[in-house]
């Protein structure tokens, strides 16, 4: 697979890059709701704002990735 996404060309892995950053802000707000329901249970809510902060670090470094150069071939 590895081999595949180095050969996608730039317009493929752009679309790639977007739909995982989309996809780990998705999973961001899920935790984020979960830890606000879970405030009563401070060990759950901590749990639930951690992967929240690094479901959104993730997005973050999408998002650096999708401004960075590409590669050359």
Do not use: K
């Not at 749990?47 to 479901?55: F, G, I, M």
């Amino acid at each position: 697979m590895a081999a595949h996404l180095h050969q996608a060309s730039g317009m493929e892995l752009e679309t790639l890059l977007q739909r995982c950053g989309t996809l780990e802000e998705r999973a961001a707000t899920l935790y984020r709701g979960w830890a606000a329901g879970a405030r009563d249970n401070p060990p759950l809510c901590n749990l639930w704002t951690a992967l929240a902060r690094e479901e959104e670090e993730h997005a973050r470094s999408l998002r650096v990735a999708l401004r960075s150069p590409a590669p050359p071939n």
